[in-house]
Structure formats: structure tokens, C-alpha cells
């Protein structure tokens, strides 16, 4: 079946660092979706992205939307300690929504 | 703001029980889902529904059924639950249209069978 290829599997960055992670696939999606999950809850949605080439901001996060609609990555910039926890890319692949396996964050003191 | 809540966080059963994991959401959403998540596996999608009474497997169904009665509650049920259903199960819900694939996810519940 469909996959999603999320990297790094894991981080381990110092406070204040920029943090970059991607999601790559074979497949081509019509969406691309972030998701932040804290340790004992469930997945919150950061940023969701329609178009190819879009760039979109919320807060510290940046995301974007590959052009070939096939990639697509997230930005952290300076990480705070709430920053911590698993963030999951999703594709939508016609009427499916997939999702990348998660990069697990961890920022050391 | 989305409420989506699941009836229990943490749940230990014993195998053969009958399982019943509850989700409701507040904000008048026709489609609802179940996922369940594993570590090395990510999410994957048991069963959705689009509306009431509906209900369509996912990837994963074998050994779960779901019934919608009311639009806003989705329920997941382990017939004869088994070890290897130890998981965290998370529901999601979403709003036909445009932009259906935003899904809102309540905290999960963390199922262990004995």
C-alpha cells in the first residue's frame, strides 16, 4: 500500500535550536497535514496545507507543501520544552488520509 | 473549538471480554473514525463512518465492529477482546467537504487485555 517516508525517526536538539523534519512518498497527494501529539493524548492538528508550493505559518511552525506533491516538511524555529512530543505528517490520497510513522522530539536542558 | 472526548483514558480488560470504546464530538460532524496506534506502526484506520448508521472498514477491521447510532457518538467494540488488541485507540472526527480531511482527535484511550 501507500506509504509515507517521515523523517528523522527521532531528534534530540538543545532549547532554543531550529528543528526540520519531512515526509517524502512515491505517491502524489492532493493534501499535506501536520499533527503534534503530546505524551498521553491524542493527535492535534498544527497546519494543513492544499496547494502546491504553499508555505504556511502558525506561530514558530512553518510548513510547506512540495512542489511535486510528493514532499513536504515542517519548520520549529527556536524550541521551546512544550515543543516536546511526536509530530506526524499526513497525505490525502483520494478519499484516504495516510499517515507518516512520526518523529519523536526531544529536547535536552 | 472541536471538543472530540473518548470515555475512558486507560482500560484493562481480560481476553474474551466484550469491549466497548465510546467517542463523542460537539460540533455536528458527520464523519468519525477509528484509529488505533502502535508503536513502529503509526496510525491506522479500523473502521469510519459519514453518517449515521453508516458505517465502512478501514484497513484494519478484523476483530472490531462500530456502531453509529446518533451523529455524534461513534462507538468502537471489541467482540472477544485479545492480547494483541493491546493498543491505544484514538477517534477522530471531520466535516464533509472541502476541508474533510482536517481530522480532530480526542485524547485516546490506552486498552490493555490480560
Known amino acids: 500500500g501507500q506509504q509515507l517516508n517521515q523523517s528523522p525517526q527521532s531528534m534530540f536538539i538543545q532549547e532554543g535550536e531550529d528543528v526540520s523534519m519531512n515526509c517524502t512518498s512515491s505517491?502524489?497527494?492532493?493534501?499535506w497535514l501536520w499533527y503534534k501529539q503530546d505524551p498521553g493524548e491524542g493527535p492535534v492538528l498544527l497546519i494543513a496545507?492544499?496547494?502546491?508550493?504553499e508555505l504556511t505559518s502558525n506561530g514558530r511552525l512553518t510548513a510547506q507543501f512540495g512542489i511535486t506533491r510528493k514532499d513536504s516538511f515542517l519548520n520549529i524555529s527556536a524550541s521551546i520544552p512544550s515543543d516536546v512530543g511526536i509530530y506526524f505528517c499526513?497525505?490525502?490520497?483520494?478519499?484516504?488520509?495516510?499517515f507518516g510513522k512520526g518523529t519523536r522530539l526531544h529536547i535536552l536542558p | 473549538d472541536v471538543k472530540v472526548t473518548q470515555s475512558s483514558r486507560y482500560l484493562v480488560k481480560r481476553t474474551g471480554e466484550k469491549v466497548f470504546l465510546e467517542c463523542v464530538q460537539d460540533?455536528?460532524?458527520?464523519?468519525m473514525f477509528w484509529y488505533r496506534q502502535d508503536p513502529g506502526l503509526g496510525l491506522r484506520l479500523i473502521y469510519f463512518?459519514?453518517?449515521?448508521?453508516?458505517?465502512e472498514k478501514g484497513d484494519i477491521p478484523e476483530g472490531y465492529s462500530v456502531s453509529r447510532e446518533k451523529k455524534e457518538r461513534f462507538s468502537l467494540i471489541l467482540e472477544s477482546a485479545s492480547t494483541n488488541q493491546t493498543s491505544m485507540y484514538l477517534c477522530?472526527?471531520?466535516?464533509?467537504?472541502?476541508?474533510?480531511?482536517?481530522?480532530?482527535f480526542g485524547p485516546g484511550t490506552r486498552l490493555t487485555v490480560t
Open positions: 477522530a472526527s471531520s466535516v464533509p467537504g472541502d476541508r474533510d480531511y482536517e481530522q480532530y
Open positions: 505517491s502524489i497527494f492532493n493534501t
Open positions: 496545507l492544499y496547494k502546491a508550493g
Open positions: 499526513a497525505g490525502q490520497l483520494g478519499d484516504k488520509i495516510i
Open positions: 460540533m455536528d460532524h458527520e464523519n
Open positions: 463512518s459519514y453518517d449515521v448508521k453508516m458505517k
